[in-house]
C-alpha cells in the first residue's frame, strides 16, 4: 500500500507542481528527495555498503540501474507528465507492471503467481474507474433508457 500510495503521489506532483520549473532541474529534486527517503528507510543496508566498500563487478551493472532506475524515469516524467496529464500518465506508467512481470517470467525465470497477475488487473481496474467519466456514463445510460 506504500508503494501504491508514493507511485500515485509521485505522478501527481510531477504532473502538477513546479510546471514552470525546468525538467533537469526538477529530475534533481526528485532524485534527491527519493536518495534521502530510501537512506532515511534502509539506513543499515546503507551503513553496510559504506563500511564495506563497493565491489569493482557491480560497477557496471550499478551505473546501468542508475542510469534507467533513478536518472532517467524523473526526467522523462518531468517532460511528459504535463503534457499528457496525470490520469493518463498513471495509465501509461502502469504498462510497467505486466512487462515487469512478462520479463522477470522469461529473462529471470521466476515464478509469477496469478495472485500477483490478479494484483495487475486489480490496479488497472483501479486506474480505468478512476478515469472514466461518470456524468458522460450516465447521460448514455439514459439515453438508452430513453429509446
Not at 542508475?66 to 526526467?75: A, M, N, S
Not at 495472485?115 to 445510460?141: D, P, R, S
Request: glycine letters at 14%; proline letters at 5%.
Amino acid at each position: 500500500m506504500l508503494g501504491a500510495f508514493c507511485s500515485a503521489l509521485f505522478m501527481y506532483v510531477t504532473g502538477t507542481v513546479g510546471t514552470s520549473v525546468p525538467v533537469v532541474q526538477k529530475s534533481f529534486i526528485i532524485s534527491i528527495g527519493g536518495f534521502l527517503t530510501s537512506g532515511l528507510l534502509l539506513f543499515p543496508t546503507l551503513n553496510s555498503f559504506l563500511t564495506g566498500g563497493i565491489q569493482q563487478s557491480l560497477v557496471g551493472i550499478g551505473l546501468l540501474i542508475g542510469l534507467f532506475g533513478v536518472v532517467l524515469p524523473p526526467l522523462l516524467f518531468s517532460i511528459g507528465m504535463p503534457k499528457v496529464g496525470s490520469g493518463l500518465g498513471a495509465i501509461l506508467s502502469t504498462a510497467e507492471l505486466p512487462v515487469a512481470l512478462i520479463f522477470s517470467i522469461f529473462l529471470l525465470h521466476e515464478t509469477v503467481r496469478p495472485l500477483q497477475w490478479l494484483g495487475v488487473a486489480i490496479i488497472f481496474t483501479g486506474i480505468a474507474i478512476g478515469n472514466v467519466e461518470w456524468k458522460q456514463v450516465g447521460t448514455v445510460l439514459k439515453q438508452k433508457h430513453a429509446n
